[in-house]
């Protein structure tokens, strides 16, 4: 099992991004997703999740109105669409998705829970 994120780079205050989370070797649709992110030094912060089939969505209270998570499993990738992008968005962002199909945890954005990780993209906002 193997989650790659992509799509991170250097945008200007109120820009915007999209990363994508892909998967090889199973399919994502099986499974929800969330992202999260971190900055060195800090601990990891969740940021956004949806369920297995896209009916659930949640967000941090940092991101709610600037972000938007959605999935394509048709495409086997999941999206997290930022907008009006911040500095203190700056961040290496990560998916990931736990072991067991269709399965939401109690806690969506608690990073304990999450068994398999993308090697994370970095998100530079900054003028």
């Known amino acids: 099992v193997q989650l790659q994120a992509s799509g991170g780079g250097l945008v200007q205050p109120g820009g915007s991004l999209r990363l994508s989370c892909a998967a090889s070797?199973?399919?994502?649709?099986?499974?929800?997703i969330a992202w999260f992110r971190q900055v060195p030094g800090k601990e990891r912060e969740g940021v956004s999740f949806i369920s297995s089939r896209g009916s659930s969505t949640y967000y941090a209270d940092s991101v709610k109105g600037r972000f938007t998570i959605s999935r394509d499993n048709a495409k086997n990738t999941v999206y997290l669409q930022m907008n009006s992008l911040r500095p203190e968005d700056t961040a290496v962002y990560f998916c990931?998705?736990?072991?067991?199909?269709?399965?939401?945890?109690?806690?969506?954005?608690?990073?304990?829970?999450?068994?398999?990780w993308g090697q994370g993209t970095l998100v530079t906002v900054s003028s």
């Open positions: 990931a998705s736990p072991s067991e199909r269709h399965w939401v945890p109690p806690l969506v954005l608690d990073s304990t829970v999450y068994h398999y």
């Open positions: 070797r199973f399919s994502l649709g099986y499974y929800s």
